[in-house]
Protein backbone atom coordinates (compact mmCIF):
# COMPACT_ATOMS: atom_id res chain seq x y z
CA UNK A 1 0.00 0.00 0.00
CA UNK A 2 1.35 3.30 -1.10
CA UNK A 3 1.82 6.10 1.67
CA UNK A 4 -1.26 8.17 -0.37
CA UNK A 5 -3.52 5.37 -0.06
CA UNK A 6 -2.44 4.87 3.80
CA UNK A 7 -3.14 8.75 4.23
CA UNK A 8 -6.52 8.08 2.55
CA UNK A 9 -7.74 4.63 4.77
CA UNK A 10 -6.04 6.62 8.04
CA UNK A 11 -8.44 9.91 7.46
CA UNK A 12 -11.48 7.68 6.87
CA UNK A 13 -11.12 5.66 9.62
CA UNK A 14 -10.61 8.77 11.56
CA UNK A 15 -14.10 10.13 10.33
CA UNK A 16 -15.60 6.81 11.11
CA UNK A 17 -14.49 6.91 14.29
CA UNK A 18 -15.61 10.68 14.79
CA UNK A 19 -19.11 9.86 14.06
CA UNK A 20 -19.00 6.80 16.15
CA UNK A 21 -17.69 7.37 19.16
CA UNK A 22 -19.66 9.66 21.34
CA UNK A 23 -18.39 11.45 24.83
CA UNK A 24 -19.84 9.53 27.91
CA UNK A 25 -21.23 11.13 30.66
CA UNK A 26 -18.77 12.58 32.55
CA UNK A 27 -19.93 11.75 36.07
CA UNK A 28 -21.46 8.14 35.25
CA UNK A 29 -17.70 7.06 35.01
CA UNK A 30 -17.28 7.49 38.77
CA UNK A 31 -20.33 6.12 39.62
CA UNK A 32 -20.46 3.03 37.77
CA UNK A 33 -17.27 1.89 36.93
CA UNK A 34 -16.43 0.45 39.74
CA UNK A 35 -16.59 -3.26 40.77
CA UNK A 36 -18.63 -3.86 44.03
CA UNK A 37 -18.01 -6.76 46.33
CA UNK A 38 -21.17 -7.69 47.93
CA UNK A 39 -21.56 -10.08 50.92
CA UNK A 40 -23.97 -13.09 50.79
CA UNK A 41 -27.10 -10.73 51.59
CA UNK A 42 -26.45 -8.19 49.02
CA UNK A 43 -24.47 -5.22 51.22
CA UNK A 44 -21.42 -4.01 50.19
CA UNK A 45 -18.46 -5.37 51.21
CA UNK A 46 -16.12 -2.87 49.43
CA UNK A 47 -15.44 -1.68 45.50
CA UNK A 48 -12.69 -2.20 43.24
CA UNK A 49 -11.76 0.79 40.94
CA UNK A 50 -13.72 3.05 43.54
CA UNK A 51 -12.87 6.65 43.32
CA UNK A 52 -12.63 8.94 46.04
CA UNK A 53 -13.08 12.25 44.75
CA UNK A 54 -15.73 15.70 45.99
CA UNK A 55 -17.12 17.83 43.05
CA UNK A 56 -15.98 21.33 42.92
CA UNK A 57 -17.37 24.28 41.02
CA UNK A 58 -14.24 25.73 39.42
CA UNK A 59 -15.59 29.06 40.74
CA UNK A 60 -14.41 27.55 44.25
CA UNK A 61 -11.02 26.68 42.72
CA UNK A 62 -8.70 29.51 43.40
CA UNK A 63 -7.01 31.05 40.61
CA UNK A 64 -3.44 30.25 41.52
CA UNK A 65 -3.69 26.26 41.49
CA UNK A 66 -5.87 26.88 38.33
CA UNK A 67 -2.51 28.65 36.74
CA UNK A 68 -0.46 26.46 38.68
CA UNK A 69 -1.87 23.12 36.59
CA UNK A 70 -1.69 24.91 33.61
CA UNK A 71 2.22 25.58 33.93
CA UNK A 72 2.16 22.01 35.01
CA UNK A 73 0.68 20.62 32.55
CA UNK A 74 -0.89 22.74 29.56
CA UNK A 75 0.35 26.56 29.28
CA UNK A 76 -1.47 27.67 26.51
CA UNK A 77 -4.65 25.41 27.52
CA UNK A 78 -7.06 28.58 26.48
CA UNK A 79 -5.26 28.91 22.74
CA UNK A 80 -4.65 25.53 22.33
CA UNK A 81 -6.87 23.20 20.10
CA UNK A 82 -7.95 19.81 21.02
CA UNK A 83 -5.14 17.95 20.25
CA UNK A 84 -1.28 19.32 19.85
CA UNK A 85 0.56 17.39 17.35
CA UNK A 86 3.43 19.48 17.74
CA UNK A 87 3.41 18.64 21.66
CA UNK A 88 3.10 14.73 20.61
CA UNK A 89 5.53 14.98 17.81
CA UNK A 90 7.83 16.55 20.37
CA UNK A 91 7.25 14.06 23.09
CA UNK A 92 7.57 11.49 20.48
CA UNK A 93 11.53 12.74 19.51
CA UNK A 94 12.59 13.55 22.85
CA UNK A 95 11.37 10.09 24.08
CA UNK A 96 13.06 8.30 21.36
CA UNK A 97 16.40 10.12 22.04
CA UNK A 98 16.15 9.00 25.84
CA UNK A 99 15.44 12.37 27.36
CA UNK A 100 13.46 12.84 30.51
CA UNK A 101 9.65 11.42 30.14
CA UNK A 102 7.35 13.67 28.44
CA UNK A 103 3.00 13.81 27.89
CA UNK A 104 2.31 14.94 24.22
CA UNK A 105 -1.16 15.40 25.76
CA UNK A 106 -3.23 18.74 25.85
CA UNK A 107 -5.60 18.85 29.00
CA UNK A 108 -8.33 18.03 27.27
CA UNK A 109 -6.88 14.81 25.95
CA UNK A 110 -5.73 14.47 29.69
CA UNK A 111 -9.06 14.76 30.79
CA UNK A 112 -10.35 12.49 28.00
CA UNK A 113 -8.05 9.22 28.04
CA UNK A 114 -8.36 9.87 32.29
CA UNK A 115 -12.66 10.21 32.78
CA UNK A 116 -13.41 8.15 29.43
CA UNK A 117 -10.53 5.19 28.62
CA UNK A 118 -8.92 2.34 29.61
CA UNK A 119 -5.57 2.61 30.66
CA UNK A 120 -4.65 0.29 27.39
CA UNK A 121 -1.91 1.76 24.72
CA UNK A 122 -3.65 0.95 21.64
CA UNK A 123 -3.84 2.65 18.81
CA UNK A 124 -7.84 2.41 18.50
CA UNK A 125 -7.64 3.39 22.26
CA UNK A 126 -5.35 6.72 20.96
CA UNK A 127 -8.14 7.46 17.96
CA UNK A 128 -10.86 6.91 20.71
CA UNK A 129 -8.79 9.77 22.68
CA UNK A 130 -8.65 12.21 19.88
CA UNK A 131 -12.34 12.12 18.45
CA UNK A 132 -13.40 12.76 22.05
CA UNK A 133 -10.86 15.40 22.68
CA UNK A 134 -12.04 16.89 19.70
CA UNK A 135 -15.87 16.64 20.04
CA UNK A 136 -15.62 18.00 23.67
CA UNK A 137 -13.98 21.14 22.39
CA UNK A 138 -17.02 21.14 20.04
CA UNK A 139 -19.68 21.05 22.71
CA UNK A 140 -18.25 22.61 26.26
CA UNK A 141 -16.22 25.66 27.10
CA UNK A 142 -12.15 25.57 27.76
CA UNK A 143 -13.72 26.60 31.75
CA UNK A 144 -15.81 23.49 31.56
CA UNK A 145 -12.95 21.47 30.40
CA UNK A 146 -10.80 22.82 32.92
CA UNK A 147 -13.29 22.04 35.87
CA UNK A 148 -13.88 18.76 34.86
CA UNK A 149 -10.54 17.83 34.09
CA UNK A 150 -9.54 19.15 38.05
CA UNK A 151 -12.38 17.33 39.40
CA UNK A 152 -11.24 14.08 37.65
CA UNK A 153 -7.30 13.70 37.75
CA UNK A 154 -5.66 11.57 40.54
CA UNK A 155 -3.44 12.61 42.58
CA UNK A 156 -2.88 9.12 44.03
CA UNK A 157 -3.38 8.26 48.03
CA UNK A 158 -6.87 6.75 46.34
CA UNK A 159 -7.68 10.76 45.82
CA UNK A 160 -9.55 11.89 42.82
CA UNK A 161 -9.84 15.75 42.19
CA UNK A 162 -8.36 18.82 43.10
CA UNK A 163 -10.91 18.73 46.61
CA UNK A 164 -9.41 15.34 47.93
CA UNK A 165 -5.81 15.98 46.88
CA UNK A 166 -6.34 19.13 49.00
CA UNK A 167 -7.49 16.84 51.81
CA UNK A 168 -4.95 14.04 51.14
CA UNK A 169 -1.70 15.99 51.41
CA UNK A 170 -2.46 19.19 53.47
CA UNK A 171 -5.73 18.86 55.13
CA UNK A 172 -7.60 21.66 53.89
CA UNK A 173 -10.49 22.56 51.42
CA UNK A 174 -9.01 23.52 47.64
CA UNK A 175 -10.27 26.99 48.64
CA UNK A 176 -7.79 27.29 51.43
CA UNK A 177 -4.62 26.40 49.61
CA UNK A 178 -1.97 28.63 49.56
CA UNK A 179 0.41 29.07 46.47
CA UNK A 180 3.25 27.01 47.47
CA UNK A 181 0.60 24.21 48.87
CA UNK A 182 -1.28 24.61 45.04
CA UNK A 183 1.90 24.13 43.54
CA UNK A 184 2.92 21.30 45.50
CA UNK A 185 -0.72 19.62 44.26
CA UNK A 186 0.03 20.70 40.75
CA UNK A 187 3.74 18.85 40.66
CA UNK A 188 2.25 15.50 42.00
CA UNK A 189 -1.03 15.07 39.48
CA UNK A 190 2.09 14.19 36.53
CA UNK A 191 2.85 11.08 38.66
CA UNK A 192 1.66 10.39 42.17
CA UNK A 193 3.77 7.34 42.20
CA UNK A 194 6.59 9.39 41.38
CA UNK A 195 6.06 12.60 43.36
CA UNK A 196 4.33 11.44 46.49
CA UNK A 197 7.09 12.55 49.31
CA UNK A 198 5.87 9.73 51.48
CA UNK A 199 5.42 7.21 48.99
CA UNK A 200 9.21 5.97 48.28
CA UNK A 201 12.69 7.70 48.70
CA UNK A 202 13.78 9.62 46.22
CA UNK A 203 10.66 11.09 45.65
CA UNK A 204 10.86 14.10 48.09
CA UNK A 205 13.76 15.05 45.84
CA UNK A 206 12.17 14.86 42.05
CA UNK A 207 9.02 16.57 43.97
CA UNK A 208 11.04 19.57 45.12
CA UNK A 209 12.75 19.57 41.79
CA UNK A 210 9.52 19.46 39.43
CA UNK A 211 7.98 22.18 42.44
CA UNK A 212 10.59 24.63 41.11
CA UNK A 213 9.79 23.64 37.09
CA UNK A 214 6.22 24.98 38.00
CA UNK A 215 7.32 28.27 39.72
CA UNK A 216 9.12 28.69 36.65
CA UNK A 217 6.26 27.92 34.47
CA UNK A 218 3.97 30.66 36.68
CA UNK A 219 6.97 33.24 36.45
CA UNK A 220 7.42 33.09 32.07
CA UNK A 221 3.15 33.34 31.78
CA UNK A 222 3.17 35.85 34.40
CA UNK A 223 0.69 34.43 36.88
CA UNK A 224 3.13 35.42 39.76
CA UNK A 225 5.36 38.03 40.37
CA UNK A 226 8.85 38.01 40.58
CA UNK A 227 8.85 38.85 43.78
CA UNK A 228 6.28 35.99 44.89
CA UNK A 229 8.11 33.36 42.87
CA UNK A 230 11.25 34.24 44.75
CA UNK A 231 9.31 33.73 48.14
CA UNK A 232 7.25 30.97 46.75
CA UNK A 233 10.67 28.83 45.97
CA UNK A 234 12.41 29.35 49.24
CA UNK A 235 9.29 27.82 51.15
CA UNK A 236 8.30 24.19 50.22
CA UNK A 237 5.81 23.81 51.87
CA UNK A 238 4.95 20.21 54.55
CA UNK A 239 3.01 17.41 52.96
CA UNK A 240 0.89 15.49 55.19
CA UNK A 241 2.24 11.75 55.75
CA UNK A 242 0.42 8.74 54.16
CA UNK A 243 -2.76 7.56 55.94
CA UNK A 244 -3.71 4.01 56.37
CA UNK A 245 -7.34 5.10 55.27
CA UNK A 246 -9.39 4.24 51.97
CA UNK A 247 -11.20 1.44 50.41
CA UNK A 248 -8.43 -1.24 51.33
CA UNK A 249 -7.92 -0.23 55.20
CA UNK A 250 -8.23 -2.27 58.08
CA UNK A 251 -9.36 -5.73 57.93
CA UNK A 252 -11.99 -5.12 55.26
CA UNK A 253 -8.75 -4.90 52.50
CA UNK A 254 -8.19 -8.54 52.59
CA UNK A 255 -11.84 -9.35 51.83
CA UNK A 256 -11.15 -6.82 48.78
CA UNK A 257 -7.78 -8.25 47.56
CA UNK A 258 -8.60 -12.18 48.41
CA UNK A 259 -11.96 -11.55 45.71
CA UNK A 260 -9.67 -9.65 43.49
CA UNK A 261 -7.54 -12.55 43.53
CA UNK A 262 -10.22 -15.26 42.72
CA UNK A 263 -11.84 -12.90 40.28
CA UNK A 264 -8.18 -12.51 38.34
CA UNK A 265 -7.48 -16.26 38.55
CA UNK A 266 -11.50 -16.52 37.14
CA UNK A 267 -10.25 -15.11 33.85
CA UNK A 268 -11.27 -11.51 34.94
CA UNK A 269 -8.47 -8.83 33.87
CA UNK A 270 -7.85 -5.87 36.51
CA UNK A 271 -8.78 -3.64 33.58
CA UNK A 272 -12.70 -5.25 33.78
CA UNK A 273 -12.39 -5.07 37.25
CA UNK A 274 -11.69 -1.00 37.76
CA UNK A 275 -14.01 -0.14 34.86
CA UNK A 276 -16.29 -2.48 33.87
CA UNK A 277 -19.40 -1.83 36.72
CA UNK A 278 -19.27 -5.41 37.86
CA UNK A 279 -21.44 -6.50 40.81
CA UNK A 280 -19.54 -9.58 42.79
CA UNK A 281 -21.36 -11.26 45.52
CA UNK A 282 -19.70 -13.47 47.51
CA UNK A 283 -19.94 -15.98 49.88
CA UNK A 284 -19.13 -13.65 53.01
CA UNK A 285 -21.47 -13.19 55.54
CA UNK A 286 -21.49 -10.46 57.19
CA UNK A 287 -22.68 -10.90 60.72
CA UNK A 288 -20.15 -13.34 60.47
CA UNK A 289 -16.94 -11.07 59.02
CA UNK A 290 -18.23 -8.56 61.83
CA UNK A 291 -17.86 -11.27 64.65
CA UNK A 292 -14.61 -12.78 63.34
CA UNK A 293 -13.08 -9.37 63.48
CA UNK A 294 -14.44 -8.98 66.54
CA UNK A 295 -13.12 -11.50 68.33
CA UNK A 296 -9.75 -11.20 66.83
CA UNK A 297 -9.84 -7.63 68.52
CA UNK A 298 -11.52 -8.85 71.82
CA UNK A 299 -9.42 -12.34 72.38
CA UNK A 300 -5.78 -11.74 71.21
CA UNK A 301 -3.49 -11.13 73.76
CA UNK A 302 -2.69 -6.99 74.27
CA UNK A 303 0.42 -5.47 73.73
CA UNK A 304 1.48 -7.75 71.62
CA UNK A 305 4.90 -7.40 69.13
CA UNK A 306 4.04 -6.24 65.76
CA UNK A 307 5.19 -9.09 63.86
CA UNK A 308 2.79 -11.22 65.81
CA UNK A 309 0.06 -12.60 62.75
CA UNK A 310 -3.04 -13.57 63.24
CA UNK A 311 -5.23 -15.73 60.73
CA UNK A 312 -9.03 -17.20 60.44
CA UNK A 313 -10.81 -18.46 58.34
CA UNK A 314 -14.37 -20.20 58.32
CA UNK A 315 -16.09 -22.59 56.09
CA UNK A 316 -19.10 -23.96 55.07
CA UNK A 317 -19.09 -27.93 55.30
CA UNK A 318 -19.90 -29.59 51.99
CA UNK A 319 -19.79 -26.43 49.66
CA UNK A 320 -16.63 -24.67 50.40
CA UNK A 321 -18.08 -21.56 51.13
CA UNK A 322 -15.80 -18.96 53.25
CA UNK A 323 -18.13 -17.37 55.28
CA UNK A 324 -15.50 -15.08 57.08
CA UNK A 325 -12.28 -14.83 57.05
CA UNK A 326 -9.40 -12.48 58.71
CA UNK A 327 -6.67 -11.65 56.94
CA UNK A 328 -4.67 -8.82 58.94
CA UNK A 329 -5.33 -5.96 61.42
CA UNK A 330 -4.27 -3.68 58.41
CA UNK A 331 -4.09 -3.88 54.77
CA UNK A 332 -2.35 -1.07 54.04
CA UNK A 333 0.49 -1.52 56.67
CA UNK A 334 1.02 -5.29 55.64
CA UNK A 335 -0.05 -6.37 52.31
CA UNK A 336 0.45 -10.11 52.88
CA UNK A 337 -3.04 -11.90 53.43
CA UNK A 338 -2.27 -14.07 57.37
CA UNK A 339 -5.01 -16.45 55.68
CA UNK A 340 -4.27 -16.97 52.27
CA UNK A 341 -1.02 -16.15 51.92
CA UNK A 342 1.73 -16.24 54.63
CA UNK A 343 2.47 -20.27 55.62
CA UNK A 344 3.47 -21.57 58.49
CA UNK A 345 3.61 -25.17 60.35
CA UNK A 346 1.09 -27.12 61.05
CA UNK A 347 1.87 -28.55 64.24
CA UNK A 348 -0.05 -31.19 65.82
CA UNK A 349 -3.07 -29.81 63.33
CA UNK A 350 -1.80 -32.55 61.41
CA UNK A 351 -2.45 -35.09 63.77
CA UNK A 352 -5.87 -36.18 62.05
CA UNK A 353 -4.37 -37.39 58.84
CA UNK A 354 -2.38 -39.63 60.64
CA UNK A 355 -5.87 -40.60 62.91
CA UNK A 356 -7.91 -41.43 59.22
CA UNK A 357 -5.01 -43.57 57.83
CA UNK A 358 -5.41 -45.71 60.97
CA UNK A 359 -8.84 -46.08 61.42
CA UNK A 360 -8.74 -46.94 57.00
CA UNK A 361 -6.13 -49.53 58.17
CA UNK A 362 -8.45 -50.86 60.76
CA UNK A 363 -6.86 -49.91 64.08
CA UNK A 364 -9.20 -48.68 66.46
CA UNK A 365 -9.90 -45.74 68.61
CA UNK A 366 -9.32 -48.22 72.04
CA UNK A 367 -6.28 -49.69 70.82
CA UNK A 368 -3.74 -49.17 73.87
CA UNK A 369 -0.43 -47.20 72.81
CA UNK A 370 2.84 -46.37 75.27
CA UNK A 371 3.32 -42.49 75.97
CA UNK A 372 6.79 -42.08 77.51
CA UNK A 373 8.42 -39.93 76.85
CA UNK A 374 11.07 -39.27 74.93
CA UNK A 375 10.93 -42.10 72.15
CA UNK A 376 13.49 -42.55 68.81
CA UNK A 377 12.37 -43.99 66.07
CA UNK A 378 13.43 -44.86 62.51
CA UNK A 379 13.40 -42.36 60.36
CA UNK A 380 15.26 -43.85 56.65
CA UNK A 381 18.44 -45.25 59.12
CA UNK A 382 18.56 -42.06 60.85
CA UNK A 383 17.19 -41.84 64.62
CA UNK A 384 14.27 -39.89 64.98
CA UNK A 385 14.06 -38.51 68.88
CA UNK A 386 9.84 -37.80 69.83
CA UNK A 387 9.52 -35.98 73.08
CA UNK A 388 5.57 -34.82 74.34
CA UNK A 389 5.13 -31.25 75.05
CA UNK A 390 6.91 -30.31 77.92
CA UNK A 391 8.54 -34.13 77.57
CA UNK A 392 5.04 -35.08 79.78
CA UNK A 393 5.07 -38.76 80.43
CA UNK A 394 1.64 -40.66 80.11
CA UNK A 395 2.45 -44.61 79.79
CA UNK A 396 -0.19 -46.69 78.52
CA UNK A 397 -3.44 -44.96 77.48
CA UNK A 398 -5.98 -45.67 74.27
CA UNK A 399 -5.47 -43.86 71.16
CA UNK A 400 -9.16 -42.10 71.73
CA UNK A 401 -7.14 -40.24 75.19
CA UNK A 402 -3.68 -40.11 73.42
CA UNK A 403 -5.75 -37.89 70.69
CA UNK A 404 -7.20 -35.68 73.30
CA UNK A 405 -4.15 -34.78 75.10
CA UNK A 406 -1.77 -34.71 71.76
CA UNK A 407 0.37 -37.85 72.79
CA UNK A 408 3.13 -36.97 70.30
CA UNK A 409 4.97 -40.46 71.44
CA UNK A 410 1.76 -42.37 70.12
CA UNK A 411 1.10 -40.83 66.85
CA UNK A 412 4.39 -40.72 65.39
CA UNK A 413 4.76 -44.61 65.35
CA UNK A 414 1.19 -44.43 64.97
CA UNK A 415 1.60 -42.61 61.53
CA UNK A 416 4.55 -45.12 61.09
CA UNK A 417 1.92 -48.14 61.38
CA UNK A 418 -0.73 -46.84 59.44
CA UNK A 419 1.99 -45.67 56.57
CA UNK A 420 3.41 -42.44 56.01
CA UNK A 421 2.52 -42.46 52.55
CA UNK A 422 -1.07 -42.78 53.49
CA UNK A 423 -0.76 -39.99 56.06
CA UNK A 424 0.09 -38.09 52.74
CA UNK A 425 -2.63 -39.26 50.83
CA UNK A 426 -5.23 -38.31 53.74
CA UNK A 427 -3.71 -34.84 54.08
CA UNK A 428 -4.31 -34.36 50.50
CA UNK A 429 -7.66 -35.77 49.63
CA UNK A 430 -9.36 -33.84 52.83
CA UNK A 431 -7.98 -30.36 51.48
CA UNK A 432 -4.18 -29.56 51.71
CA UNK A 433 -3.40 -28.48 48.19
CA UNK A 434 -0.38 -29.70 46.53
CA UNK A 435 1.41 -26.57 46.82
CA UNK A 436 2.02 -27.60 50.53
CA UNK A 437 4.95 -29.86 50.34
CA UNK A 438 4.14 -33.16 52.49
CA UNK A 439 6.91 -35.41 52.82
CA UNK A 440 6.35 -38.87 53.90
CA UNK A 441 8.47 -39.32 56.81
CA UNK A 442 7.76 -39.38 60.45
CA UNK A 443 7.60 -35.78 61.06
CA UNK A 444 4.66 -34.89 58.78
CA UNK A 445 2.39 -36.71 61.41
CA UNK A 446 3.82 -33.80 64.06
CA UNK A 447 2.90 -31.17 61.00
CA UNK A 448 6.11 -29.85 60.15
CA UNK A 449 4.97 -29.14 56.82
CA UNK A 450 3.50 -25.14 56.57
CA UNK A 451 -0.38 -24.47 54.93
CA UNK A 452 -2.09 -21.51 54.51
CA UNK A 453 -4.95 -20.71 57.38
CA UNK A 454 -7.40 -21.88 54.34
CA UNK A 455 -5.71 -24.76 53.51
CA UNK A 456 -6.09 -26.62 56.91
CA UNK A 457 -10.04 -24.90 57.24
CA UNK A 458 -10.57 -26.59 54.22
CA UNK A 459 -9.70 -29.84 55.52
CA UNK A 460 -11.46 -29.26 58.89
CA UNK A 461 -14.60 -28.67 56.38
CA UNK A 462 -13.71 -32.12 54.78
CA UNK A 463 -13.66 -33.62 58.33
CA UNK A 464 -17.40 -31.46 59.12
CA UNK A 465 -19.05 -32.81 56.06
CA UNK A 466 -18.52 -36.80 57.15
CA UNK A 467 -15.72 -36.86 54.46
CA UNK A 468 -17.21 -34.87 51.57
CA UNK A 469 -14.86 -32.40 50.15
CA UNK A 470 -15.74 -29.22 48.68
CA UNK A 471 -12.87 -26.33 46.90
CA UNK A 472 -13.21 -23.51 49.06
CA UNK A 473 -14.19 -20.31 47.51
CA UNK A 474 -15.13 -16.92 47.67
CA UNK A 475 -17.03 -15.81 44.62
CA UNK A 476 -20.45 -16.86 43.95
CA UNK A 477 -22.02 -14.68 41.30
CA UNK A 478 -20.62 -12.32 38.57
CA UNK A 479 -22.98 -9.71 36.91
CA UNK A 480 -22.09 -7.30 34.31
CA UNK A 481 -23.08 -3.56 34.14
CA UNK A 482 -26.21 -4.72 32.73
CA UNK A 483 -26.79 -6.90 35.18
CA UNK A 484 -26.36 -10.11 33.34
CA UNK A 485 -24.76 -13.37 34.96
CA UNK A 486 -21.28 -13.62 33.64
CA UNK A 487 -20.17 -16.11 35.95
CA UNK A 488 -21.89 -18.47 38.81
CA UNK A 489 -20.09 -20.77 40.76
CA UNK A 490 -20.49 -24.40 40.60
CA UNK A 491 -20.21 -26.56 44.09
CA UNK A 492 -18.94 -29.63 43.17
CA UNK A 493 -18.63 -31.45 45.94
CA UNK A 494 -16.60 -35.33 46.19
CA UNK A 495 -17.28 -37.77 49.03
CA UNK A 496 -13.15 -38.29 50.00
CA UNK A 497 -13.34 -40.71 52.83
CA UNK A 498 -15.75 -43.05 54.47
CA UNK A 499 -18.53 -41.80 56.65
CA UNK A 500 -17.52 -44.46 59.01
CA UNK A 501 -13.83 -42.90 59.49
CA UNK A 502 -15.12 -39.65 59.53
CA UNK A 503 -17.42 -40.73 63.11
CA UNK A 504 -14.63 -41.93 64.36
CA UNK A 505 -12.67 -39.66 63.71
CA UNK A 506 -15.25 -36.14 64.67
CA UNK A 507 -15.70 -38.67 68.09
CA UNK A 508 -11.97 -38.54 68.84
CA UNK A 509 -11.15 -34.74 67.69
CA UNK A 510 -14.28 -33.81 69.65
CA UNK A 511 -12.35 -35.30 73.06
CA UNK A 512 -10.09 -32.74 72.66
CA UNK A 513 -13.04 -30.01 73.78
CA UNK A 514 -14.75 -32.29 75.67
CA UNK A 515 -11.60 -33.65 77.92
CA UNK A 516 -8.56 -32.47 76.49
CA UNK A 517 -6.17 -29.54 75.21
CA UNK A 518 -8.76 -27.51 74.28
CA UNK A 519 -11.29 -27.83 76.75
CA UNK A 520 -11.11 -24.28 78.94
CA UNK A 521 -11.51 -22.66 75.82
CA UNK A 522 -14.19 -24.40 73.63
CA UNK A 523 -16.73 -26.00 76.58
CA UNK A 524 -17.80 -22.15 76.69
CA UNK A 525 -19.41 -23.11 72.71
CA UNK A 526 -22.17 -24.57 74.82
CA UNK A 527 -23.31 -27.54 71.54
CA UNK A 528 -21.20 -30.86 70.22
CA UNK A 529 -17.98 -29.61 68.87
CA UNK A 530 -14.75 -31.13 67.62
CA UNK A 531 -11.19 -30.12 67.16
CA UNK A 532 -7.21 -30.00 67.38
CA UNK A 533 -4.68 -27.59 69.41
CA UNK A 534 -1.51 -27.32 67.04
CA UNK A 535 1.65 -25.97 68.27
CA UNK A 536 4.63 -26.00 66.60
CA UNK A 537 8.50 -27.52 67.33
CA UNK A 538 10.27 -23.92 69.35
CA UNK A 539 6.32 -22.88 69.52
CA UNK A 540 6.40 -20.82 66.31
CA UNK A 541 3.01 -21.45 65.38
CA UNK A 542 -0.08 -21.83 67.55
CA UNK A 543 -3.21 -23.16 65.98
CA UNK A 544 -6.86 -24.11 66.88
CA UNK A 545 -8.90 -25.55 64.52
CA UNK A 546 -12.58 -27.12 64.88
CA UNK A 547 -16.31 -27.35 63.77
CA UNK A 548 -19.57 -27.76 64.01
CA UNK A 549 -21.89 -29.71 61.76
CA UNK A 550 -22.99 -26.10 59.82
CA UNK A 551 -19.78 -24.39 60.19
CA UNK A 552 -15.65 -25.32 59.96
CA UNK A 553 -12.56 -22.77 61.67
CA UNK A 554 -9.36 -22.64 61.60
CA UNK A 555 -7.55 -19.83 63.57
CA UNK A 556 -3.36 -19.67 63.21
CA UNK A 557 -0.97 -17.30 64.98
CA UNK A 558 2.65 -17.03 64.36
CA UNK A 559 5.63 -14.65 63.66
CA UNK A 560 7.72 -13.78 60.67
CA UNK A 561 9.51 -16.78 60.47
CA UNK A 562 10.07 -20.46 62.34
CA UNK A 563 13.23 -19.24 64.60
CA UNK A 564 10.41 -16.94 66.69
CA UNK A 565 9.03 -18.21 69.42
CA UNK A 566 5.25 -17.32 70.50
CA UNK A 567 5.84 -17.44 74.16
CA UNK A 568 5.90 -15.20 76.78
CA UNK A 569 3.04 -13.57 74.32
CA UNK A 570 0.06 -12.63 76.16
CA UNK A 571 1.94 -13.02 79.73
CA UNK A 572 2.19 -16.64 79.17
CA UNK A 573 4.92 -18.81 79.51
CA UNK A 574 3.68 -21.31 76.56
CA UNK A 575 1.35 -19.70 73.98
CA UNK A 576 -0.26 -23.26 72.48
CA UNK A 577 -3.53 -23.66 70.79
CA UNK A 578 -5.59 -24.21 73.76
CA UNK A 579 -5.07 -20.69 74.77
CA UNK A 580 -5.38 -17.52 72.39
CA UNK A 581 -6.49 -19.48 69.10
CA UNK A 582 -8.85 -21.54 70.86
CA UNK A 583 -10.54 -18.37 72.72
CA UNK A 584 -10.65 -16.61 69.38
CA UNK A 585 -12.64 -19.41 67.81
CA UNK A 586 -15.22 -20.09 70.50
CA UNK A 587 -15.34 -15.87 70.59
CA UNK A 588 -16.05 -16.36 67.02
CA UNK A 589 -18.69 -19.40 66.66
CA UNK A 590 -20.42 -18.34 69.39
CA UNK A 591 -21.59 -15.42 67.29
CA UNK A 592 -21.50 -16.92 63.82
CA UNK A 593 -23.82 -19.97 65.11
CA UNK A 594 -26.22 -17.96 67.45
CA UNK A 595 -29.51 -18.52 65.25
CA UNK A 596 -28.27 -22.04 64.40
CA UNK A 597 -30.39 -25.15 65.57
CA UNK A 598 -27.78 -27.19 67.88
CA UNK A 599 -27.26 -30.57 65.72
CA UNK A 600 -24.99 -33.77 67.36
CA UNK A 601 -22.51 -35.10 65.17
CA UNK A 602 -23.19 -38.78 63.81
CA UNK A 603 -22.61 -41.41 66.51
CA UNK A 604 -18.86 -43.37 66.37
CA UNK A 605 -18.83 -46.22 64.44
CA UNK A 606 -16.14 -48.24 66.52
CA UNK A 607 -13.51 -49.21 63.67
CA UNK A 608 -11.91 -52.50 64.84
CA UNK A 609 -14.16 -52.89 67.82
CA UNK A 610 -14.16 -51.62 71.30
CA UNK A 611 -11.86 -54.09 72.88
CA UNK A 612 -9.43 -52.17 75.14
CA UNK A 613 -5.77 -54.02 74.12
CA UNK A 614 -2.38 -52.79 73.12
CA UNK A 615 -1.66 -52.82 69.33
CA UNK A 616 0.02 -55.72 67.77
CA UNK A 617 3.30 -55.52 66.39
CA UNK A 618 4.36 -52.21 67.72
CA UNK A 619 6.86 -49.85 66.13
CA UNK A 620 9.57 -50.58 67.24
CA UNK A 621 12.29 -48.11 69.11
CA UNK A 622 15.69 -47.37 68.97
CA UNK A 623 17.83 -46.07 71.96
CA UNK A 624 18.66 -42.62 73.21
CA UNK A 625 21.72 -43.52 72.60
CA UNK A 626 21.50 -43.73 69.26
CA UNK A 627 20.89 -39.95 68.96
CA UNK A 628 24.21 -38.52 68.81
CA UNK A 629 23.84 -35.19 70.92
CA UNK A 630 24.91 -32.05 69.47
CA UNK A 631 28.02 -30.89 71.04
CA UNK A 632 28.16 -27.52 73.30
CA UNK A 633 30.18 -24.97 71.36
CA UNK A 634 33.71 -23.80 73.12
CA UNK A 635 33.20 -19.57 73.96
CA UNK A 636 35.47 -17.05 72.00
CA UNK A 637 38.01 -15.96 74.01
CA UNK A 638 37.51 -11.97 73.80
CA UNK A 639 40.45 -10.18 71.99
Partial sequence: MTIGAGFVVGVIGFAIAYFTVDIPDPNAYVNSQATVIQYADGSEVGRIGAQNRTIVPLANIPIHLRHAVLAAENKSFYTDRAISPIGILRAVINNLRGGSLQGGSTITQQYAKTAFLTPDRTIKRKIKELVISIKLESQFSKDQILENYLNTIYFGRGAYGVETGAQVYFGRSVDQL???????????????????????????????????????????????????????????PQVKPRLS???????????????????????????????????????????????????????????????????????????????????????????????????????????????????????????????????????????????????????????????????????????????????????????????????????????????????????????????????????????????????QAQIQPQEVFAKDVMADLTYALGEVTRAGTATAAVSKLGRPSA?????????????????????????????????????GIGGLTSLTGGTFPARIWTAYMKVALKDQPVIDFPAPANIGGTDVKPIPDPVPTLPISAVTPTPTPTPTKKK
Fill in 178 to 236: TIEQAVVLASILRSPGYYDPYYKKGNLERLQGRYQYVIKGLLDKKWISKERATRAQANF
Fill in 245 to 487: TGQLAGPKGYLVQSVQSELNALGFTDDQLMIGGLIVKTTLEKDAQTAAVDAVDSQAPKNAPDNLHIGLVSIRPGTGEIVAMYGGKDYLVRQLNDATQAITQAGSTFKPFALIAALQAGIPLSSVWNGDSPKVFDDAGKPYMVSNYGDKEFGELSLLKATASSVNTVFVPLGIKAGLENVANAARAAGIPSSVALMPTPSIVLGVASPHVVDVASAFATFAAQGVYAKPFLVKEVQGSNKGVLY
Fill in 531 to 567: GKTGTSQNNASAWFSGYVPQLATSVAFFRDDATQSLN
